[in-house]
Nanobody, 123 residues
């Protein structure tokens, strides 16, 4: 049974940092492209960052480039999102996604989602 469990969300002030983590189980972790998505109230879910199977490639939404960093540890089966210089517009539920595909540019395959973790940026 595939499980993705996110942690690390919370309430922070603008300009502060948070680090999200996602622990995977029940998967051959290195077979999956791992991503973080977010969904704000009243908006569609959007891709925030993705990292290739072995971690050699990443891509980011324009809105987070230079502020967020995605990383993975295939031995520990974890993926993390370091979020710096947070802004109120980063407020959303953040979801971990595991997509069974050979590369970051490949078509989406079988995908799994975590339950989400709330990030709130407010003064």
């Amino acid at each position: 049974q595939v499980q993705l469990v996110e942690s690390g969300g919370g309430l922070v002030q603008p300009g502060e940092s948070l680090r999200l983590s996602c622990a995977a189980s029940g998967v051959t972790f290195s077979s999956y492209v791992m991503s973080w998505y977010r969904q704000a109230p009243g908006k569609e879910r959007e891709l925030v960052a993705a990292i290739s199977n072995l971690g050699s490639q990443t891509n980011y939404a324009e809105s987070v480039k230079g502020r967020f960093t995605i990383s993975r540890d295939n031995r520990k089966k974890t993926v993390s999102l370091q979020m710096n210089s947070l802004k109120p517009e980063d407020t959303a539920v953040y979801f971990c996604n595991a997509d069974l595909r050979p590369g970051i540019s490949s078509p989406s395959g079988r995908a799994y989602w975590g339950q989400g973790t709330q990030v709130t940026v407010s003064s």
